[in-house]
């Protein structure tokens, strides 16, 4: 047999195979359910002829390819050429770095990323956001791959990805199923908060909370689970102490609706600039940053 043996991925077909697909017979082969596509299985001496195939391995299909037919595939989507480029850098062969790291070698450069994304948002850079995502995708394309190689309980990019779509449609049944529709984004978030109780079977409104996340982020979630769950703000550490005042001015910010680690970040980098600024005028004015002293940062302070 010759012509043309066309590699299908699930319901999909090629682009470059549809004229083909117009003018020519088309089978399929055995590996392809042919009413899904509508065209007969394909025979013992079918001649010249497009075959439908999910693998060149298939009898036909090779033996196709063997007399020389021509060949069409789908392009490999991003995503999927990203796991492989991954799965080829952690294999014998591959980069000798990334084949050393483990979850705790990597768990620096998942918090470096996130931040650094976290910026590229706050400075509304595009480009560097795009760029963000893809350092924070690599990271899990990369813890995914080192649990796939875990000798005792492995799972793979396709498990995490499975368990995902499994939250969001669980999590979501005014979507993706009969419950009754959801009003506003705050009744949602209600509702999620709701189905994440009762899927995890928590027993405390401070189960889930990531008591490693930065201080005040951390302070501002348990505010806003303390106010849904009713704990009046007078039970907050009331002592005088720094970080008692700390943590009741983020947590208090966060029931009111407010994003205490942002709006602190914010004020911060503002501060970063004013400082700049500052040594800025100073140079301009003749004086080197490094000999100022109190009253003349006054000077040259940008609110002067």
Not at 102 to 123: F, G, K, N
Not at 211 to 224: E, M, N, S, T, Y
Not at 231 to 257: E, H, K, N, V, Y
């Amino acid at each position: 047999m010759t012509g043309t043996v066309v590699l299908v991925r699930a319901e999909t077909l090629p682009a470059a195979a549809l004229p083909l697909l117009r003018t020519s017979a088309v089978y399929a082969a055995t590996d392809v359910d042919p009413a899904r596509f509508g065209v007969p299985p394909v025979g013992e001496s079918a001649g010249d002829i497009v075959l439908l195939a999910a693998s060149r391995a298939e009898p036909a299909a090779a033996a196709m390819l063997a007399a020389g037919a021509q060949l069409i595939e789908p392009p490999v989507p991003p995503l999927v050429e990203a796991v492989e480029v991954m799965d080829r850098l952690r294999s014998p062969g591959g980069c000798p770095w990334d084949a050393r790291q483990t979850h705790e070698s990597l768990r620096q450069y998942l918090v470096e990323e996130t931040y650094e994304l976290l910026e590229a948002i706050e400075d509304n850079d595009r480009a560097a956001l795009r760029e963000e995502l893809g350092d924070v995708l690599l990271q899990v394309l990369f813890h995914a791959r080192v649990a796939a190689e875990h000798g005792r309980a492995p799972f793979t990019i396709d498990d995490v990805a499975r368990d995902l779509v499994d939250k969001l449609v669980g999590r979501h049944p005014n979507v993706f199923a009969d419950a009754a529709r959801i009003a506003s984004a705050e009744h949602q978030e209600l509702k999620w908060e709701e189905l994440k109780q009762a899927e995890k079977q928590r027993k405390s409104i401070v189960d889930g909370v990531a008591l490693g996340q930065p201080a005040v982020a951390l302070a501002g979630k348990l505010g806003q689970r303390s106010g849904r769950a009713g704990i009046p703000l007078d039970l907050f550490p009331q002592d005088s102490s720094a970080p008692a005042q700390l943590f009741r001015t983020a947590a208090i910010a966060r029931r009111g609706g407010l994003d205490p680690e942002g709006e602190l970040r914010a004020v911060a980098k503002q501060f970063a600039r004013d400082i700049r600024a500052a040594e800025a005028a100073a140079r301009k004015a003749g004086v080197e940053p490094s000999t100022l002293e109190a009253e003349g940062w006054r000077k040259f302070w940008p609110s002067a």
